[in-house]
């Protein structure tokens, strides 16, 4: 039984604002540390925004077709579970990237920034 509570209907709305609340964060410290001048940006830190814009309209998307009936038409389980999927290789790129750029060059504000939107990328696979 223990691992199956966590997967009811009934925490999914719950789990869907934590993922927007880490999601919404994700973004945010792309666009800081994408305007950090001390270090030029790199292509982790442009699919953090991107990867992120992406979770956000997959959530949407299951949310509003669940709770909505204006949306309800175009609820699908086999769409939701697609994209479900796909969510989990894209943050993992993320991370991986993220973590390889660390490893190859991280220095002051910029290090610390890139550390934390690796892990947001980890807890978010």
């Given at each position: 039984m223990g691992l199956l509570v966590f997967f009811a209907s009934r925490f999914k709305f719950t789990v869907h604002i934590v993922q927007l609340i880490l999601i919404t964060l994700v973004i945010i410290l792309s666009i800081v540390r994408f305007s950090m001048k001390e270090v030029p940006p790199?292509?982790?830190?442009?699919?953090?925004?991107?990867?992120?814009?992406?979770?956000?309209?997959?959530?949407?998307?299951?949310?509003l077709t669940e709770h909505t009936q204006k949306f309800a038409k175009w609820a699908s389980k086999k769409a939701n579970f697609v994209l479900n999927c796909l969510d989990v290789p894209f943050w993992g790129a993320v991370m991986y990237m993220l973590f390889s750029a660390n490893m190859q060059y991280c220095v002051g504000t910029t290090c610390a920034v890139s550390w934390v939107l690796a892990s947001l990328a980890l807890v978010l696979l």
């Open positions: 790199q292509r982790a830190h442009i699919m953090g925004i991107a990867i992120g814009a992406k979770s956000t309209i997959f959530i949407l998307y299951q949310v």
